[in-house]
């Protein structure tokens, strides 16, 4: 693993806000422009490196869903969460639905090219950055290494997941906050358009707008039509303590939610401390504690529900670092045994290795030059130092199960 310079295209800002990634510059605090994609350098792995992410990244998320189904029993921690006790059948229920699926997740993880990757968090409910990682760097190597590969089969793998759960022609709603940022309005803009390829009739919503039919027990879009199966960029911890929340637990009120409601669980912080009592020493976790640091060396706290680097404190050689609390004010805290991010040209690098339909599906890199990766991290993108796969490998490796 290297980073490598690069020389950018000359209109590079202006193509990959073409092709959707309309966030590839914000403005810092005193309102100057920041570039979020940078392509002045790139990340080099090796097929090797490659296959190591891959296979860890599938070992992890089998170990989560392991974990999921322990904390959707525990009391203890659903209280930590601060899940209202009216949703923890449904809850439950979810895990044992075989009609729930899930679309993706995100595993954040440390890694510098040797010894083992070690796991940060996992961004399973809804995850950004999706499509600079899935578009953007895709074009970026179609456009200056059309001979070399790249850790990225997410679009694939995103039209197969919607191919094998949603019949051709059938309806899915695809809802975002009114209020939320650009970010995810494109996010649930490229998932539609993924969505369609797959033969799906799309059907663009808001968060705001979905409603609950009280005398047929249905939720409903603003044309009073049901809503039957719905992506939904809106965590489930925000859905469960506002109003509708309670209706989530009526049996006639059966709205199929993409991510289904177990993702709560699964993509808490709380994943970390019942992970590590359920695979103590695993070569790809972090010591982590619900219970205070009391027993870490160098340490980092992290809020339940967070994310862009929101409430974290990083304790480092006696000395702390915290990111402003945000959304995180007065959640509880799990706390993880710090570890270094390797730091390559003055940049530390955490590796986005995405999970779709089940299966480990690409790789995209933010880096940052602060110990906390917050809003101000660039997405800069990755090959790996390898022929291009040839199309029949890429479809032996769709038609392989998950």
Not at 94 to 114: H, I, K, N, P, V
Not at 156 to 173: D, I, K, N
Request: charged letters at 25%; glycine letters at 8%.
């Amino acid at each position: 693993m290297r980073r490598v310079p690069s020389t950018p295209r000359p209109d590079a800002m202006r193509l990959v806000q073409a092709e959707g990634l309309s966030y590839a510059t914000d403005r810092d605090a005193s309102g100057a422009d920041r570039p979020y994609w940078r392509e002045d350098a790139a990340y080099e792995f090796s097929s090797d490196e490659v296959d190591r992410l891959e296979a860890v990244t599938d070992e992890l998320h089998a170990m989560a869903m392991a974990a999921t189904r322990r904390m959707a029993q525990d009391e203890t921690v659903l209280r930590r969460l601060g899940l209202p006790p009216g949703c923890w059948p449904a809850l439950r229920a979810s895990l044992d639905d075989e009609g729930e699926w899930s679309l993706y997740g995100r595993f954040d993880l440390a890694y510098d090219g040797s010894g083992e990757p070690r796991l940060l968090e996992y961004n399973a409910d809804t995850p950004a950055g999706l499509v600079e990682a899935a578009v953007s760097q895709w074009s970026w190597l179609e456009a200056l290494h059309p001979e070399l590969d790249q850790w990225n089969l997410l679009h694939e793998r995103l039209v197969q997941t919607f191919s094998r759960h949603v019949p051709p022609g059938a309806p899915m709603h695809f809802a975002v906050g009114a209020s939320e940022p650009d970010e995810d309005w494109t996010t649930v803009a490229y998932l539609r358009d993924a969505a369609a390829e797959a033969g799906v009739e799309t059907l663009g919503i808001t968060m705001e707008s979905i409603g609950f039919d009280t005398v047929r027990r249905r939720f409903v879009d603003e044309r009073g039509v049901d809503i039957a199966l719905c992506f939904k960029m809106y965590p489930w911890e925000w859905m469960l303590a506002e109003q509708g929340g309670g209706y989530q637990s009526e049996p006639g009120a059966r709205t199929r939610w993409v991510e289904p409601m177990f993702k709560v669980l699964t993509g808490s912080k709380a994943l970390l401390p019942v992970l590590w009592r359920m695979y103590p020493g695993h070569p790809n976790l972090l010591p982590a504690t619900f219970d205070g640091p009391a027993s870490l060396r160098d340490w980092v706290a992290k809020p339940v529900f967070g994310w862009e680097g929101a409430g974290i404190q990083v304790v480092r050689g006696g000395r702390t670092q915290a990111a402003p609390e945000r959304h995180t004010a007065g959640q509880q805290l799990v706390y993880q045994q710090y570890v270094d991010l390797p730091v390559l040209d003055g940049h530390r690098p955490v590796l986005g290795c995405w999970v779709v339909g089940g299966h480990a599906a690409g790789l995209g890199v933010r880096e940052s030059t602060s110990l906390i990766t917050d809003a101000s991290a660039r997405f800069v993108p990755h090959y790996l130092k390898a022929p291009r796969s040839s199309d029949e490998q890429v479809r032996a490796w769709l038609a392989q199960d998950p």
